[in-house]
């Protein structure tokens, strides 16, 4: 069903097979070293036969997969470790091999030039922590070595490895297998700011951005690492100003860097005065670090200072250093020497009421910005105030009030967060009420730039809804929103709280911003969510590379703009799959099933977060996570909440129906880049691997029979709406590249699937992380 043509493997560069095929090599001698030529032997096995079930029928795959897996449950734990470490690092060996093929790529490329009229007024990103990164911070850095050398050797004209390659490589694959995959424990808040901001502040990749933010657009980067107070106890004022020791810490070593460059430069010349300013600086700089009261007033001494010495240095020199050029950019960017936060809270939190003075963490969090902001901005410290599940104007008020309380204005931006399907309906009428609110009106006006900010979730939305519906309903509420907007003469900023996997808003830049309005596209703001951070930042070319695409989707957007009109087919279809998806959510029956054969009982033995993965003990959909949500349907490799229910609408409409859905797959963008997000998704899909679970699991036979049956039925009737929809056979017709990569890569997976089942049976919690880890990096997504 889901097979490949014969010729396909023209596909994928030629220059990217052979770089995968002799790293490889490589990598299995490493394991051969390691193992030995027995354990080797094995696992080579595993890899023939697991390649051999590509394009075969689900019953010859089921047959396989359940003959290796009776194999693994006779083998040691320590057998099983090799085998999952093995198959995880390969899997990060084909990333890391794709990722130094799109960096050479990339770096040969010449970017068109974009109309003034034609571009954003800024590009922000606001980097997340979640889903977390599932790979420890060692392993991550030696991956990251190991970019280094291959994107050096395809720059070589033979792509072949050199021998001084093959050795650097070896090494680096050898400490690859002695470093810990994953991290022994759960990461705190300052742990996945250290992650995020190590990744940030790459001098290649920070001053990369600083470039395009220069020479292209504005770039803006702001984090909701320790400002991330909803549903996380682990977040308060302690924990915020962490993440901003951190972020500080970072910048002053950037610009200790850059003055080591000042330094060099001046040594030419026998100017000791210069060089008494420049050891005046760095130590005003170095007292920069802890983070106190009247913080702000420091920076500003310091800033002053660094302008003196910089014209000291023109008077001397006749022009600016680059690297205090630099760090004047730097400057620029991060006004307040850290990364700015955005705060977030529950509205129901926000709601409660207390005597006296309130013990609220937010609002201790609000004094401590206060505080250390003092001869400055809040704003260089805090950027807005999000207030999650917001669903009327009293919420907003809230978040206002406490503002006021402690700064006595409202001068962070209060962003109400539309995430479901009610207040998405209601987001308009809501925000109609905000602008008339005098005080909120006066703080548009004087303090927020006659800007209003609202931000939309995917992921709630389509863990309550299916994804289609939940994209209709971002897809309506927009153009309501900026109508609204306008109407009361303020600029509409719309933030889109968007991940990488399809569940979660992501997808191709075009096909995302290809439905959004032109003022989402004026001014594009959107989410970089914790594992999609490394990926998008993982050298200065793919960084580079990310912008200049986001500019040219939003150069057409601009240009011409389709809007986004309302069909009454569409809205029933998606109504038909919603009514299919909530009757499987709220079945207890099928929450059961979930529980026993998914990895949903074993989520609190990841130690992949720092958030909780549960809002309730007992599974219910309301009360778990979205990403967790989402994390068992990627493990299980059945990805469940995209497409169930698809199939099973389609057969409900009416030859009219369809052939009105048809123009609508054309001449609609939203829908064009859901259907796009399916036939990825479908081609994903591994039905042979859910069987393999469910059969394993406790359910009771006839449970386990009627589970199979009903997933398949309606996958298959899902691929047969997919095809008769696109007039496609192959799912991914679209990026047929990708399509062969998903075809190689996804046996490889197999064995880490088999594993993972022996691991939550034996309770083998090292085992469960590990192939977490190594699933996630076959699917290129955790949750």
């Not at 424990?185 to 940030?200: F, G, M, N």
């Not at 003022?519 to 594009?524: K, T, W």
Request: some cysteine; charged content about 25%; aromatic content about 8%.
């Amino acid at each position: 069903m889901k097979k490949i043509s014969k010729n396909s493997s023209a596909l994928l560069p030629a220059e990217l097979k052979l770089l995968v095929k002799e790293v490889t090599t490589l990598f299995g001698d490493v394991i051969r070293s390691e193992l030995g030529a027995a354990a080797f032997k094995r696992i080579e096995k595993i890899r023939e036969n697991m390649a051999l079930l590509r394009g075969k029928s689900q019953a010859v795959s089921v047959a396989m997969l359940k003959k290796t897996l009776h194999t693994f449950d006779q083998l040691k734990s320590e057998d099983l470790h090799a085998i999952a470490t093995s198959f995880t690092l390969m899997l990060e060996i084909m990333n890391v091999c794709e990722n130094a093929y799109r960096s050479h790529r990339l770096s040969s490329r010449v970017y068109p030039n974009i109309d003034r009229l034609n571009k954003p007024e800024a590009i922000v990103y606001v980097l997340t922590a979640h889903p977390t990164e599932a790979r420890s911070p060692q392993n991550i850095a030696v991956f990251h070595q190991i970019q280094h050398v291959l994107i050096s050797t395809l720059q070589h004209e033979d792509t072949h490895l050199t021998s001084t390659d093959r050795l650097t490589l070896t090494h680096l694959l050898n400490v690859a297998w002695r470093t810990s995959i994953v991290r022994n424990r759960a990461p705190k808040v300052k742990d996945e700011a250290e992650h995020i901001y190590s990744t940030l502040f790459r001098d290649e990749v920070l001053f990369s951005l600083l470039d395009m933010s220069q020479e292209r657009a504005p770039i803006q980067l702001r984090s909701w690492v320790g400002g991330d107070k909803d549903g996380h106890p682990g977040v308060n004022e302690v924990v915020m100003l962490q993440s901003f020791s951190i972020s500080r810490l970072k910048v002053i070593q950037t610009v200790q860097r850059l003055l080591t460059e000042v330094r060099k430069t001046l040594d030419y010349f026998p100017s000791k005065k210069l060089h008494a300013h420049l050891m005046k600086l760095n130590k005003k700089l170095s007292n920069l670090k802890t983070i106190r009261a009247s913080d702000a007033k420091k920076v500003i001494l310091f800033r002053a200072e660094a302008a003196v010495f910089n014209q000291a240095y023109v008077d001397m020199v006749g022009e600016t250093h680059p690297s205090l050029k630099r760090i004047q950019q730097l400057f620029e960017l991060f006004p307040g020497l850290v990364v700015p936060l955005e705060l977030r809270e529950s509205s129901d939190i926000l709601m409660l009421k207390q005597k006296g003075l309130s013990q609220l963490a937010i609002d201790k969090m609000l004094r401590e910005i206060a505080k250390i902001s003092k001869g400055g901005s809040p704003r260089w410290y805090a950027r807005s105030f999000i207030i999650s599940m917001a669903e009327k104007l009293e919420h907003i008020e809230a978040a206002a009030q406490k503002q006021i309380d402690v700064f006595g204005t409202i001068v962070l931006p209060v962003v109400p967060l539309f995430e479901e399907s009610i207040s998405l309906a209601e987001s308009d009428q809501i925000i109609a009420q905000m602008i008339q609110v005098p005080r909120l009106k006066t703080a548009i006006r004087d303090l927020w730039n006659n800007r209003v900010e609202m931000m939309v979730g995917y992921s709630d939305s389509s863990k309550e809804s299916g994804v289609l519906a939940s994209r209709l309903s971002i897809a309506e509420a927009l153009p309501r929103l900026e109508k609204v907007c306008l109407k009361h003469k303020v600029r509409p900023v719309f933030f889109h709280g968007s991940g990488g996997s399809i569940d979660r808003g992501g997808g191709s830049v075009e096909d995302q911003t290809a439905w959004w309005p032109k003022s989402a596209l004026s001014l594009y703001k959107v989410t970089i969510q914790g594992e999609m951070v490394e990926r998008s930042l993982s050298s200065p070319t793919i960084a580079r590379g990310q912008l200049e695409h986001i500019l040219e989707s939003i150069s057409v957007g601009l240009s011409h703009k389709k809007k986004f009109t309302p069909n009454k087919t569409l809205d029933a279809f998606a109504k038909h799959i919603t009514e299919f998806y909530r009757q499987k959510i709220n079945d207890p029956a099928f929450l059961n099933s979930v529980e026993k054969v998914t990895p949903y009982s074993y989520l609190n033995l990841l130690k992949i977060g720092s958030r909780p993965a549960k809002r309730a003990s007992a599974l219910q959909v309301s009360g778990l996570r979205a990403i967790p949500w989402i994390l068992c349907w990627t493990q299980t490799r059945v990805l469940f909440p995209t497409w169930w229910g698809a199939g099973s609408a389609w057969q409900m409409m009416k030859p009219l129906q369809k052939s009105d859905l048809k123009k609508s797959y054309k001449n609609q963008p939203v829908f064009t880049s859901f259907i796009k997000a399916l036939g990825f998704t479908l081609a994903k899909v591994e039905m042979p691997i859910w069987q393999t679970y469910v059969q394993r699991s406790t359910l009771n036979e006839n449970a386990k029979k009627d589970l199979i049956a009903e997933f398949q039925d309606e996958f298959k009737k899902t691929i047969t709406f997919y095809q008769e929809l696109t007039g496609h056979k192959q799912l991914m017709w679209f990026k047929p590249w990708l399509g062969e990569s998903i075809y190689l890569r996804s046996p490889m997976i197999h064995p880490l699937n088999l594993l993972q089942i022996i691991a939550e049976e034996r309770k083998d919690a090292n085992l469960l992380r590990v192939t977490v880890t190594g699933i996630s990096s076959g699917m290129m997504t955790t949750g």
